[in-house]
């Protein structure tokens, strides 16, 4: 059974950080894409970073600057730093990974709320 685990969401004030971690586990024999998307309330879900097993990444624009994405490929497992945090990042981050199993296949993980306010 694969599973991507998160960690990391909280309530932090306007200009803190946080830092997200999500770890894939089980029989995984290949991670090609790692990202994290975010759906805020009445929002549609967005990608906000990613990167492939190459170490290219992409951010949406409004994170660019502030988010920065990395992953330990020894440990299956995807990081999101977020600093300068806005008010309007609040939302829940989700891990996505396209893996390879006995096929490729897209995991999903259950989600972290991250909340900023002051």
């Known amino acids: 059974q694969v599973q991507l685990v998160e960690s990391g969401g909280g309530l932090v004030q306007p200009g803190g950080s946080l830092r997200l971690s999500c770890a894939a586990s089980?029989?995984?024999?290949?991670?090609?894409?790692m990202g994290w998307y975010r759906q805020a309330p009445g929002k549609q879900r967005e990608l906000v970073a990613g990167?492939?097993?190459?170490?290219?990444?992409d951010y949406v624009d409004s994170v660019k600057g502030r988010f920065t994405i990395s992953r330990d490929n020894a440990k299956n497992t995807v990081y999101l730093q977020m600093n300068s945090l806005k008010p309007e990042d609040t939302a829940v981050y989700y891990c996505?990974?396209?893996?390879?199993?006995?096929?490729?296949?897209?995991?999903w993980g259950q989600g972290t709320q991250v909340t900023v306010s002051s």
């Open positions: 990167t492939t097993s190459g170490g290219s990444t």
């Open positions: 089980g029989r995984i024999f290949s991670i090609n894409y």
């Open positions: 996505y990974a396209e893996l390879f199993v006995a096929a490729w296949t897209k995991r």
